[in-house]
Structures are given as structure tokens and as C-alpha cells.
């Protein structure tokens, strides 16, 4: 079967599962899944860039996912005055006291010959700096985290348009992904997915523990969305009257309508990314980076910068997903630091990239809509199978028991085997690269 034929039937077939599942359960729960499909693809396509593109083995996803979700709140919310009044000064003088003591450390490492005065002079002034910042920095969290910790509790954002946080989440993601790609590039494949596992890890951890920038564990709730509420739509008599002309209920009506509307704006997105990925796939820098992945040796002795090279594709792979983040945040409308783990926003996403195809764009694509639906719906489907087949067995059996409630885990098997699967009868991925 030839590459076109083949991936309209590898769409058609998981779209249809989502229009099934529409029919059999509820269109509220296909449109959820396709959203987050949309979203899951965004985030394949960066890994894929990263990996497909130049062989860039990131264990960091998550971490970059969860900088472009604190990207939206940082841009949408709406900047919390007292928190601002009580210590918003003292956090950005500490912070450039911060920035500057490193700069300061760099310089005098560059220009002072080596020997003790350098040694001497780099501590004197990484301690001064750091005792510095921290008389800053603490009295400004303490009295920012003191402001109505219930409801705030922290500085706020920018009040901008939400949709300006999807670009600016991108953008916080980029900015990480230069400064890990400055230490960590220069690693063997296998340290570098060490070092963005860790550095990932620490990003979670400064935005489950730093109040006054993330709420933390608290939550940041109510972020503004680029839609219609569900509760307007259904206060408005002309929505009311035209969905009931057609027979259907308002509050189903008006849940359905918001999830369409995210819809189209993610479709958009997605074919945006789609059609610039592939732009870049095919260009000469495309070409480039395929030789660079498949031989670094040979195209340094071409007079290519690998490691910029490498530097510049892992900052728009990490955009990407810092985009995509931004989008999920804005979806889910709250910033949940304690949800990001590595199973979900890095392994499944790898898994999304091996099962559609690496170096594919719409493989990419493709892995993300499929992982996502099984991920979701095979819980359900597996539940209903186990209840199946126990049905002989008497209630309060231990193994049926024991069955019932190792529902759960059926994602974990399921995932297994289908990259097991497809590692053995198709090793390249369902849409392999051309």
C-alpha cells in the first residue's frame, strides 16, 4: 500500500473509534478525546522534531509541558495587586541580583587567569550574591504567600488575552530548552536522557513548592478561556431557542458547542504546526539534520555545527510541547503542578512517536490520536471484559475480586503490548519515514 492510501485509512480508522464512541457512550466523551488528541499530537510532534528529526533522546517532556502550562497563567491571570504592593519588588530584585551574581561568576571566570585568585574570587562572589538574594527573596515570598493564601496566595499574571499565553508558553519552554541545551547537549544519548529526566523532575518541583509563582499544590483555579461558558451559552435565549428547535437539551447542547469551539482552535494549530514541520522536514535544514542524525562524523567533516545544530532543534521540539502545554492548561482551565508525572506528559508521548512512526509528521500525528483513545477508553473496555468473563464466578470471590479491581492496570498491559506489537511487525511505526 502506498503512503497516501495507507495514513487516510489509519485516520479514517481512528477517527472512527472516536465517532463510535460518540454513538456508544456520549459525544460530551468523544469530543473530550479528541481534544486531548489534538493536544497529545502537538506535543508528538515536538518529541518528533527532537527525536525524528536529529536522534535527540529528551526525557524531559513533561517538564517543558509544565512550563508552557505556567506560561498561560503567567500571561491570562490577572495580576493580584496586594501580593504585588506586599513583596513584588523584593522578588524582582532578587531575582536580578540572581541573574546578575551569575553573570558576575561567568565573567570573572573568563577574564581572571586561573590559579587561586580566580577560585577565591568566584566564591567570594557566588556568596555574597547568594546571601544577597536570599535577604531579599525570602521576606517577599513570606509576605506574598500571606495574601489571602486561600484564594491567592501568589503574584498573579499579566491579564493579557488567553490566546497570547499559548505563543508565550512556547516561548517560556524555548527559553528552558536553551539553557538545558547549553549544559546537557553535549552528552552521550543515553546521559542526555538522565539529565532531562532530572532537569524535568526540577521544574516540577520548583512549581509544586514555589507558592508565590504557581499556587504550588494549591492550584491555580479560573483561568480565562478563548471560548463561551457552558452556563452563558444556557442563559441565552436565543442559544436556548434555536438548540431546542432542533430537539436537543441546552445543557448537553451548550457543553457540546464549547468543546466544537476548542476544536476548531486546536485544528487550527495543529495544521499550522503540521504544515510547518513539514516545510522544515523537507528544506534543506531538513536534510541537514536527517544527515547529522544518521552520521554526526560525516557532516562535521562537511563543516556542519552539530551541536548548534542539535542546540536549535531541541529549543523548537520543547517550544512545541511548551505550546502544547499552554493549550492543555487553558483547556482544563487550571494549573495542577501535582499532576505532572512522567508516565502521562513523557512516556505516553514516546509512545505516541514509536507507534506512529519517528521522523513521520503524521505519524507523529497519527500515535498521538490513537495512544490517547486507548489510554482513555481502554479502562472502561477492559473492565467490561474482565466482568465478562468473571460473570460465572460467585460475587465476593477473591479472584474475581482481585480481577475487577486490577481494571486500572489495563492500561499499562494494553500499552505494553501495543508497542511490543508494533516494535515487532512494524518496527518503523505505523507511518514509517519516508
Avoid at 487516510?8 to 465517532?19: A, K, N, P, S
Avoid at 513583596?87 to 561568576?105: D, E, S
Avoid at 512545541?320 to 505516553?348: E, K, N
Avoid at 490513537?370 to 481502554?378: R, T
Amino acid at each position: 500500500m502506498t503512503d497516501t492510501p495507507r495514513t487516510i485509512l489509519l485516520f479514517g480508522l481512528v477517527l472512527g473509534l472516536i465517532v463510535m464512541t460518540g454513538f456508544t457512550t456520549s459525544w460530551n466523551v468523544a469530543l473530550n478525546i479528541f481534544n486531548m488528541g489534538l493536544i497529545s499530537a502537538i506535543m508528538a510532534l515536538g518529541v518528533n522534531m527532537q527525536w525524528g528529526y536529529a536522534g535527540l533522546l529528551n526525557v524531559g517532556v513533561m517538564g517543558f509541558v509544565a512550563l508552557g502550562g505556567l506560561g498561560a497563567v503567567v500571561v491570562s491571570m490577572d495580576p493580584v495587586d496586594e501580593a504585588w504592593a506586599a513583596g513584588g519588588l523584593g522578588i524582582i530584585l532578587a531575582l536580578l541580583i540572581g541573574f546578575g551574581t551569575v553573570l558576575a561568576a561567568i565573567v570573572a571566570w573568563g577574564r581572571i587567569p586561573a590559579g587561586r585568585t580566580r577560585v577565591l574570587t568566584l566564591l567570594a562572589i557566588l556568596i555574597i550574591g547568594f546571601f544577597v538574594y536570599r535577604a531579599l527573596f525570602d521576606p517577599a515570598v513570606a509576605a506574598i504567600e500571606a495574601v489571602d493564601p486561600a484564594a491567592t496566595g501568589y503574584l498573579g499574571g499579566l491579564g493579557l488575552p488567553v490566546l497570547l499565553a499559548w505563543p508565550a508558553g512556547g516561548l517560556l519552554a524555548a527559553g528552558a530548552a536553551w539553557i538545558v541545551g547549553k549544559t546537557a547537549l553535549g552528552l552521550r544519548s543515553d546521559y542526555l536522557a538522565i539529565a532531562t529526566l532530572g532537569i524535568a523532575e526540577i521544574i516540577i518541583a520548583v512549581l509544586k513548592n514555589e507558592d508565590w509563582l504557581s499556587r504550588g499544590v494549591k492550584n491555580v483555579i479560573g483561568l480565562p478561556r478563548p471560548v463561551p461558558y457552558e452556563v452563558d451559552l444556557q442563559n441565552d435565549p436565543g442559544f436556548v431557542a434555536r438548540v431546542e428547535g432542533f430537539g436537543f437539551d441546552p445543557v448537553t447542547a451548550s457543553s457540546i458547542t464549547v468543546k466544537l469551539a476548542y476544536s476548531g482552535l486546536f485544528i487550527i494549530v495543529l495544521l499550522v504546526l503540521i504544515w510547518l514541520t513539514q516545510a522544515a522536514l523537507n528544506s534543506p535544514w531538513g536534510r541537514m539534520m536527517r544527515a547529522i542524525r544518521d552520521n554526526e562524523t560525516a557532516a562535521e567533516a562537511m563543516g556542519k555545527d552539530v551541536k548548534a545544530r542539535h542546540l536549535q532543534v531541541f529549543i523548537l521540539g520543547s517550544a512545541i510541547c511548551g505550546l502544547a502545554g499552554a493549550m492543555m492548561t487553558t483547556l482544563d482551565g487550571q494549573l495542577t503542578p501535582g499532576t505532572y508525572q512522567p508516565l502521562r506528559f513523557t512516556f505516553l508521548v514516546w509512545v505516541m512517536v514509536i507507534v506512529g512512526g519517528s521522523g513521520n509528521n503524521f505519524g507523529a500525528v497519527l500515535g498521538g490520536f490513537l495512544i490517547w483513545f486507548l489510554w482513555v477508553m481502554v479502562e472502561p473496555y477492559g473492565l467490561a471484559a474482565i466482568e465478562f468473563a468473571t460473570a460465572g464466578l460467585p460475587d465476593g470471590s477473591a479472584l474475581k475480586d482481585h480481577l475487577l479491581d486490577s481494571a486500572a492496570h489495563m492500561r499499562l498491559l494494553t500499552m505494553g503490548v501495543i508497542l511490543l506489537v508494533v516494535l515487532r511487525f512494524s518496527p518503523r511505526g505505523l507511518l514509517p519515514e519516508r
